[in-house]
């Protein structure tokens, strides 16, 4: 079986198909409550944390396409820092189990991933791909 020659986009377009969703997520809670909300009385940084994920998942969409290095840093810090401040949340507030799991299953993914779409944006990568 021939491995697949686009991979790496394949990988980013997941990404970006995951932040999307993400982004829709906290759109509407923003259109809900708007920006200054509180969620219920959470600290002030995960408010700020939460709210703010609404531009920055739009963004890491837009860069995974435009400039994929980029894209891949952002998402990657994204992931991280949200199941982990999610994880503060979830033991000192509890769990949505269910969005806390998929985060999770993200940020797996994304670690078991994006070395294979960085490497494949190196400049050798891409002299290689044009035939250079």
């Known amino acids: 079986m021939k491995p697949l020659r686009n991979r790496p986009f394949l990988i980013r377009l997941l990404y970006a198909i995951c932040l999307a969703g993400a982004f829709y997520n906290h759109a509407r809670t923003v259109a ?7 969620y219920g ?9 939460w709210t703010g994920l609404t531009f920055v998942d739009a963004l890491a969409v ?10 891949l840093g952002l998402t990657a810090v994204i992931i991280v820092s949200d199941v982990v401040i ?5 033991v000192a507030y509890g769990f949505d189990i269910a969005s ?28 290689k791909q044009n035939g250079v």
Do not use: Y
């Open 62 to 71: 837009f860069l995974l396409m435009i400039n994929p290095k980029l894209g």
């Open 86 to 90: 999610n994880s503060w949340v979830g």
């Open 100 to 127: 806390f799991i998929a985060q999770a299953l993200f940020l797996v993914f994304v670690m078991l991933t994006v070395g294979i779409a960085w490497r494949a944006e190196s400049p050798r990568s891409l002299c």
């Open 41 to 49: 009385g959470l600290p002030v940084f995960v408010c700020f944390f």
């Open 32 to 38: 809900e409550h708007g920006l200054d909300w509180n």
